[in-house]
Nanobody
């Protein structure tokens, strides 16, 4: 099992930026495909971004593709989500997720694709 701890959330004005971090422990991080998901009140958890364990492949939800960047530092066992030009619609609890994958460039875009989840960090964007 992988333990995941998110940080970096907060309150920001529209147009601002935040950088989320997710620290992983419990398994070899360099073999974990990682994802970011978000859940707004009353809505289902939705895909935001993902990165393969190799770091060579990434995927994004269409509404964030031009504004968010996912990256990883295998030496620090951490995955990041840089969020720029934030919009009120980005307000949600952001969760990171992990899955041990044998495929070097695999990325997952659905909730069932992942085995382990963090508790989440709140992001609030004011208009």
């Amino acid at each position: 099992q992988v333990q995941l701890v998110e940080s970096g959330g907060g309150l920001v004005q529209a147009g601002g930026s935040l950088r989320l971090s997710c620290a992983a422990s419990g398994r070899t991080f360099s073999r974990l495909a990682m994802g970011w998901f978000r859940q707004a009140p009353g809505k289902e958890r939705e895909f935001v971004a993902a990165i393969s364990w190799s770091g060579r492949n990434t995927g994004y939800e269409d509404s964030v593709k031009a504004r968010f960047t996912i990256s990883r530092d295998n030496a620090k066992n951490t995955v990041y989500l840089q969020m720029n030009n934030l919009e009120p619609e980005d307000t949600a609890v952001y969760h990171c997720a992990a899955r041990e994958s044998g495929m070097v460039n695999w990325v997952g875009r659905s909730v069932p694709s992942y085995d382990d989840w963090g508790q989440g960090t709140q992001v609030t964007v004011s208009s």
